[in-house]
């Protein structure tokens, strides 16, 4: 029987408007909505990739400080073959030091053996999982959007608009991982790298503590210091391709609550409440 391609899964899926520039819908494959240029690379990941107990998996929605998180990570693992000057993550926008899981696979650019898939759940590989305040994930969303459309002379939707699509949007999360909130761990980000770091199987030694390697990466990988980055200020993601963005546009503000700036009580509570009724019987909370 032959194989129903990407594609053709594609247009059978439940679809709902989006507020993106490039493609207008969002499709609902397993629960989570993506915008149809994400999902053949998600679903050829789902189908062929073969993880190793080695594999350090960084997962994040849109928008709850992946940039950070991708940062901090690969500068605790290559803590020692680099030095201060000459860590890429100074002169490269940190997505762009971090293979990206499903843009890999759908290049077909893994050597990964794919006739026989493992579940990432189930293999010995790290997962890292990072969630925001899904208030100020939107708000960022919405900011993020809005500036990519500017540099196309394009306009945003109203911001209430995009709240009603937002809130329409649903997701699902995954167990046995590390799980990381970003708003606990702004609170205490160096307890929070040392956790990282030793549940990825990289700790720090006493040594290492003591000359302040720790503090070194919280520094690097700052807000103020990656965004004032020439690479950050001006270059390009994904240059030369349909999907090329600004690498300024990844860094707005970088602080919490700024979601009061933005939407009323009324807004907040109904997130608040979407949220919640997704997180019942998880044992997370807000
Ligand atoms: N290094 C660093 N430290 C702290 N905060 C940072 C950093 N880099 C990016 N940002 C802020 O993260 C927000 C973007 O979220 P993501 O990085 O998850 O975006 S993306 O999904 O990867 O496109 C967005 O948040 P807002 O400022 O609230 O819009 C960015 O400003």
């Known amino acids: 029987m032959k194989m129903a391609s990407f594609k053709e899964i594609i ?6 408007k989006g507020w993106n520039d490039s493609d207008n819908d969002l499709f609902l494959y397993r629960s989570f909505y993506y915008y149809s240029f994400f999902i053949e690379g998600v679903m050829s990941a ?6 190793q107990p080695s594999d350090i998996i960084i997962c994040s929605a ?6 950070w998180l991708k940062s901090l990570t690969f500068a605790i693992v290559t803590r020692t073959t680099f030095d201060d000057s000459t860590n890429p993550l100074l002169t490269n926008l940190s997505h762009d030091c971090v293979p990206l899981l499903e843009v890999d696979l759908a290049q077909s650019s893994t050597n990964r053996d794919p006739k026989n898939p493992l579940s990432i759940i189930d293999s010995s590989g790290k997962i890292v999982y ?11 969303l919405y900011h993020f ?13 109203a911001l209430e608009e995009a709240f009603e699509l937002y809130c329409g949007a649903s ?4 167990d046995k991982i590390l799980f990381l909130k970003y ?6 980000t160096i307890l929070y790298i040392k956790k990282i770091a030793d549940f990825i199987g990289y700790p720090f030694s006493f040594e290492e503590i ?10 690097m990988c700052s807000f103020e210091n990656l965004s004032n980055l020439e690479v950050n200020k001006s270059g390009k993601h994904r240059e030369g391709t349909p999907g090329a963005i600004e690498n300024k546009i990844f860094f707005r503000k970088g602080k919490v609550g700024d979601w009061e700036n933005y939407l009323t009580p009324e807004m907040a509570a109904r997130l608040d409440s979407i949220t919640l009724q997704k997180l019942n019987g998880s044992g997370l909370t807000l």
């Open 11 to 16: 247009s059978t899926l439940p679809r709902r």
């Open 46 to 51: 789902q189908q062929n990739f073969q993880s």
């Open 62 to 67: 849109s928008k709850t400080r992946t940039t």
């Open 130 to 140: 990072i969630c925001r305040d899904p208030k100020d994930s939107f708000v960022s």
């Open 145 to 157: 959007i809005a500036r990519r459309l500017a540099s196309k002379d394009m306009k945003p939707l």
């Open 171 to 174: 997701l699902d999360r995954p």
């Open 183 to 188: 708003e606990e761990m702004i609170e205490d």
């Open 210 to 219: 003591e000359k302040g390697s720790v503090e070194k990466i919280v520094n």
